[in-house]
């Protein structure tokens, strides 16, 4: 599932490309929004919080959508080939310069934009907020430290604690702090878990590249994310990896067990 940097950048790109300018096309090929037509509106701008995306029209309009584990936005000029399918085509904006396509949204619908509290407000504090303060700093220690018991890794991926942190970052997170994913969250420092989160997520925002070790080169780019077959990029010893979570939450963590001390999986 895409990670908050990624739809942060999503979100720029769209609004680059469509924003103040009228819409020469506004198809929909989704069940729920099919018989709507868009076309004479302007997008305003675009909104993201965590890994939500909220396209706001003239009209007191908003388009949520959210990429869940496949979505993906294509930026195109008005008459290029599609780089995909045209049946996985949800949304397709255009205006006289750009052609825009989500392609594989699963989740889209139309709102008034003073309603978008609606569908994210029950999330906590925006890691890539424009606006962060101290003070959502606070409320986001005050939720990740709700529940001393949990597992650190299963409180990162909770986006009611705090709204970016994706599978990579909660791996990545948890080896930059020397501990497992199973560690409980009692016994980590709560603000320097935000604080590097927040850092982690800043540092890719406005780039396509993620690395959480400082390097952009092929393989040199995570500590133990999917580093099963290269090992640690730290200290070169064998990475593991196993579930965590249950159900529709289970992930798969990896961790180096000579760089991260605490608890893991029996089996």
């Given amino acids: 599932m895409p990670e908050g940097d990624t739809v942060f950048l999503a979100g720029k ?37 965590g890994k939500h995306m909220f396209l706001r029209f003239s009209g007191d ?57 609606r569908l994210v407000g029950h999330l906590g504090p925006d890691l890539l907020d424009p606006l962060w303060t101290e003070e959502h700093a606070a409320r986001a220690v005050a939720n990740l430290t709700a529940d001393p018991a949990r597992e650190l890794g ?11 942190v994706g599978n990579m970052y909660m791996v990545e997170i948890c080896h930059l702090l020397r501990v497992t994913p199973w560690t409980p969250v009692s016994e980590v420092d709560a603000a320097q878990v935000v604080a590097l989160a927040r850092k982690l997520l800043l540092a890719n925002a ?12 092929r393989g040199r780019q995570n500590w133990v994310y999917g580093r099963t077959r290269q090992g640690c990029f730290r200290c070169g010893g064998r990475v ?20 991260q001390h605490g608890p893991v999986p029996s089996s």
């Fill in 13 to 49: 790109r769209v609004e680059k490309a469509l924003a103040g300018r009228e819409l020469l096309r506004a198809e929909f090929r989704h069940p729920r929004l099919a018989t709507v037509d868009l076309t004479g509106r302007s997008v305003l701008d675009v909104r993201t919080v």
């Fill in 61 to 117: 309009l908003s388009l949520h959508s959210h990429l869940k584990m496949d979505g993906a936005w294509r930026f195109l000029t008005p008459g290029a080939r599609w780089p995909m399918p045209a049946h996985h085509a949800r949304a397709i904006f255009e205006n006289a310069t750009a052609l825009v396509i989500g392609f594989r949204l699963h989740d889209l619908e139309l709102l008034a934009t003073a309603e978008e509290s």
């Fill in 154 to 164: 299963l409180a990162l991926l909770d986006q009611r604690v705090m709204a970016g």
């Fill in 206 to 217: 406005w780039r396509h590249e993620q690395s959480t070790t400082g390097e952009l080169a």
């Fill in 240 to 259: 593991k990896v196993a579930n965590q979570g249950d159900g529709v939450q289970r992930r798969l963590s990896w961790y180096c067990p000579k760089c």
